[in-house]
């Protein structure tokens, strides 16, 4: 594998790609709101488990708090991935020519092509599934049973990223259960002890949530409780954003190897059980294909291994990264807004000025600090404010904010500048004195990208207590 020059040219080339990436655009709001986490390491947040904020934290540590630094992680993670898949690949087919069409296949998909430097919890919550999967695949192929304590512990890490990976340990225990080759290996003393190892791994986090009243569970698992609210037309976009992520020729050959005698059950029984559970949500409520993302490596290797060649199989990279290209372009062509309304692609552009007008109005007004609303809004001006000198803090959802400090007594009468992406021409609610100030826009090309609205107050009500 490690002498395999194909190999290394798609790792390189695309890693080149995503560190230039990583290295000039801005963060998005996830990404600010994630920065802001990693200030303080922690072993839980209101959102999602601590493991992309100390990814952003270990990376800052290398590079400062730069742009890089914030996405080192994730860059690393992507380019590991890509060996993952060429070797599980290899593992049931034996050949390097299926096992790097599979690793191409997962680069050409979306979300590897385009946001393969993002710093969101996907991030590791990808790499810890494939990686797991990786394992599994050692230990059924002839390899060492110790294997099967990597995969438990890959597991834990995995839902340490994103509870999105209980279902690998779900999957895995229905397989264990319920296929014949499964069952042959619950007498093997490495399967439990894998599970514990993994069980170990959480400790700590579920230790965190124990403390803070299980906020993490109840946002997370609060999910399970919406009231049914079908829409076709979310229910049609849920299933073709899966298309549109895998490329629609990799997910047609996708399709395909689901019933191809070469495809080995247990990567499809490892798949199965959080399709069918999204599936169903989308006929609740409103579901994204790229919750999917974990799977998506091991759908790369379920699409490559039958080793059909024909046109499908010949256009299907090419194809998928002349789409990503095309969105990259589109998406972040620089003075011209093609991608409209409040996204990633919007997330980024016209913050110099929008932070120069903040801090002159801030300095004119004479303010102590920067107070928000939005934890979105929250990230992005910690990330632009902070290194100026202006102490940034949300007044709303305290729940998102355990890991900081309580905000200082002095700042709880001190004059601070509201700023929100909502008017409130009564007055602003968290403050006991309020007085509007300037409407702010954020633009790029011409394009009013976002409006804020401003106030200079003071009293913030309920201050620590």
């Not at 963060?27 to 709101?33: F, T």
Request: overall charge positive; aromatic content about 14%.
């Amino acid at each position: 594998m490690l002498t395999s020059k194909g190999l290394w040219t798609l790792t390189l080339g695309f890693m080149a790609l995503h560190l230039a990436l990583a290295a000039n655009l801005p963060l998005v709001e996830d990404e600010a709101y994630y920065q802001l986490w990693a200030t303080v390491p922690s072993w839980g947040y209101y959102d999602h488990p601590p493991m992309i904020a100390w990814w952003i934290a270990a990376g800052e540590a290398l590079l400062g708090p730069s742009l890089l630094g914030v996405r080192l992680a994730s860059v690393l993670a992507s380019g590991v991935m890509t060996f993952l898949v060429y070797r599980t690949a290899w593992l049931y087919s034996k050949d390097h020519k299926t096992a790097l069409i599979a690793a191409l296949w997962m680069k050409a998909m979306l979300p590897f092509a385009v946001l393969g430097f993002v710093a969101t919890p996907d991030a590791p919550s990808i790499l810890f599934w494939t990686a797991a999967v990786w394992a599994l695949s050692e230990v059924l192929n002839g390899g060492s049973r110790n294997w099967w304590l990597m995969v438990g512990l890959f597991a834990g890490l995995g839902v340490l990223s994103k509870f999105t990976n209980f279902f690998f340990g779900l999957s895995l225990v229905i397989w264990l259960l319920t296929s014949k080759q499964g069952r042959g290996w619950l007498g093997v003393w490495q399967v439990w002890v894998g599970a514990l190892l993994g069980a170990l791994v959480l400790l700590p986090f579920l230790w965190w949530n124990y403390l803070n009243g299980w906020v993490g569970f109840e946002r997370q698992f609060g999910r399970l409780g919406v009231p049914n609210n079908f829409i076709i037309g979310d229910f049609l976009a849920f299933w073709g954003s899966i298309v549109i992520l895998l490329s629609p020729l990799v997910f047609w050959r996708m399709l395909r190897g689901l019933s191809s005698s070469r495809v080995p059950s247990v990567l499809i029984w490892l798949s199965a059980p959080i399709v069918i559970y999204l599936g169903y949500h989308a006929t609740k409520t409103s579901a994204g294909g790229q919750w999917l993302g974990p799977i998506f490596p091991t759908l790369a290797i379920i699409a490559a291994l039958p080793m059909v060649k024909n046109w499908t199989s010949r256009w299907a990279a090419p194809t998928g990264i002349a789409l990503a290209l095309l969105i990259l372009t589109v998406g972040f062509w620089p003075g011209v807004v093609l991608i409209k309304g409040h996204n990633p692609f919007t997330q980024v552009r016209g913050w110099p000025q929008t932070i120069a007008r903040i801090s002159a109005l801030a300095k004119a007004k004479n303010v102590r600090w920067i107070a928000t609303d939005a934890y979105g809004l929250t990230g992005q001006l910690s990330h632009y404010l902070t290194p100026l000198g202006l102490t940034v803090r949300a007044v709303t959802e305290p729940e998102r904010y355990l890991f900081q400090p309580k905000l200082p007594n002095a700042y709880c009468d001190a004059k601070a500048l509201f700023i929100s992406r909502k008017p409130f021409p009564e007055g602003v609610p968290y403050f006991a004195n309020s007085k509007a100030g300037p409407d702010l826009t954020r633009q790029d090309g011409g394009e009013v990208l976002m409006r804020y609205s401003t106030a200079v107050v003071s009293g913030l009500i309920g201050c620590n207590k």
